[in-house]
């Protein structure tokens, strides 16, 4: 690219591996030139990395590319990720839409777009589209120095899904499963805690099913990234309730750098919708795998899933969900109404769910899972815990961090604390918020 540097502003909607790849472009964009900057700013180029795991996803994705559009005025906008591999035709017949990258070609994501300013200057007016079959996919990553924003940073260690839920369309979106070299990931890690990053997040589509070529797997990679000595925490994205074996369990309480959070999802407590969902365990093995922790550690942070209004749902199952969900020490809920997925089995099924039924059902569980947020949290008053402060919050000498069970403590103290842990003697509780008094000697 020659002349004057291309500016470009990135956008991600949904998960943290996600957020991975974006910063994964955000490098390989930089390494050919461009300049990054806000999305919310004017630019040359956009660039969102969708995702369509619920018809949400899907419209929060568009608006984001409708977005970029009013704000470009003649910038190039570029769809990339999960809606991109799925439903790349869709995507290129939106007028705001001048290129269709998948998962598939992310990579390639910076030359592509230097292509397409060159064909645009040459009067192409087509839409490409940049996506190839990942049925036979390998595992590739990028190499990330940094996350521009972010404390914490992000390491992807597998991606993938050879599981086929009824109402799912990740596998199209993401192939087949598969994980990174051990040793990959050791190497990616010791260069972001060489960087400044103290604690690191672990991500990918079945993170507890990691087994690399040479077949290590979770349990040896965690006692493994506990050995780096600038890396404090190594926190865990979500686990499925069979990949929560005993192993797993005993290395999260034993290790002393992984987090004491958990993110299990349970998508249903009813053992006849998880038949229909096609998950691979019943209730009862649900709560035996998360207790294997819980019961260990009582202030572990625990999160879940939960899917409301999956086709055939009774008022009965809806109850044996609010059931397990109250016998289980949950400190967050992700509450989620069943969106269909074209092409999924689910999207056939008898029993559509009304959409105010749906909704009663959505804000029920909300309502709980606020409720055993504060219950958890005000259990917390009094106790000293240690959080990575990651921001200011918003007025002079406010900061934040997270604790290792996931809870965010707002403190009093100097910005020079910002990328430090320092103990927080957690003084109260409300339905926003946790606050604390910090010990700023504690700092390390």
């Known amino acids: 690219m020659t002349g004057k540097s291309r500016t470009v502003g990135l956008m991600t909607v949904g998960c943290k591996l996600n957020q991975y790849e974006t910063e994964g472009v955000a490098e390989r964009l930089e390494e050919r030139g461009f300049v990054i900057v806000p999305f919310d700013g004017p630019a040359d180029v956009y660039v969102?990395?969708?995702?369509?795991?619920?018809?949400?996803?899907?419209?929060?994705?568009?608006?984001?590319?409708?977005?970029?559009?009013?704000?470009?005025?003649?910038?190039?906008?570029?769809?990339?990720g999960c809606y991109a591999q799925r439903e790349p035709e869709a995507l290129a017949a939106m007028?705001?839409?001048?290129?269709?990258?998948g998962n598939s070609s992310k990579r390639d994501l910076a030359k592509l777009v230097e292509e397409r300013l060159c064909s645009d200057a040459c009067g192409s007016g087509e839409t490409p589209i940049e996506v190839r079959s990942l049925k036979d996919e390998v595992f590739e990553a990028f190499d990330i120095?940094?996350?521009?924003?972010?404390?914490?940073?992000?390491?992807?260690i597998q991606d993938g899904c050879d599981n086929r839920?009824?109402?799912c369309a990740?596998?199209?979106?993401?192939?087949?499963?598969?994980?990174r070299r051990f040793d990959d990931v050791l190497e990616q890690a010791s260069l972001l805690a060489t960087n400044g990053y103290r604690e690191m997040v672990l991500t990918g589509v079945h993170i507890g099913a990691f087994t690399d070529p040479d077949g290590h797997r979770l349990p040896e990679l965690?006692?493994?990234?506990?050995?780096?000595?600038?890396?404090v925490r190594v926190r865990l994205g979500s686990v499925e309730p069979t990949e929560l074996t005993p192993e797993l369990a005993a290395t999260i309480l034993k290790t002393g750098k992984v987090c004491n959070h958990l993110h299990v999802p349970m998508?249903?407590?009813?053992?006849?919708?998880?038949?229909?969902?096609g998950r691979w365990y019943t209730r009862a093995e649900y709560a035996e795998a998360v207790r294997r922790v819980t019961d260990a550690d009582p202030l572990c942070g625990l999160g879940t899933d939960i899917m409301v209004a999956f086709p055939g749902e009774t008022d009965e199952d809806f109850a044996d969900t609010v059931s397990l969900v109250e016998s289980l020490p949950y400190t967050y809920l992700h509450v989620f109404a069943y969106s269909p997925r074209s092409g999924t089995p689910a999207a056939e099924m008898d029993g559509q769910v009304p959409a105010a039924e749906s909704k009663r059902r959505s804000l029920y569980l909300r309502e709980l899972g606020s409720r055993l947020s504060l219950r958890f949290r005000r259990g917390l008053v009094g106790k000293s815990l240690e959080i990575l402060v990651e921001e200011r919050a918003g007025t002079k000498g406010s900061l934040a961090g997270l604790t290792s069970n996931y809870v965010r403590v707002r403190t009093q103290g100097a910005p020079s604390l910002q990328n430090k842990f320092v103990e927080v003697t957690v003084r109260g509780a409300d339905e926003t918020s946790t606050w604390g008094d910090i010990d700023p000697e504690s700092a390390r």
Do not use: H, W
């Open 48 to 80: 969102v990395n969708t995702c369509t795991v619920t018809g949400r996803s899907d419209y929060r994705s568009r608006q984001m590319l409708r977005r970029a559009a009013r704000k470009g005025g003649g910038a190039l906008v570029v769809a990339t």
């Open 165 to 167: 839920c009824t109402y």
């Open 267 to 277: 998508e249903s407590g009813s053992d006849t919708v998880l038949k229909r969902m």
């Open 222 to 231: 965690l006692r493994a990234l506990a050995g780096i000595d600038d890396l």
């Open 170 to 179: 990740v596998p199209d979106a993401r192939g087949p499963a598969r994980s």
């Open 145 to 156: 120095k940094q996350f521009r924003g972010y404390t914490r940073a992000f390491i992807k």
């Open 95 to 101: 007028p705001e839409v001048n290129l269709v990258v």
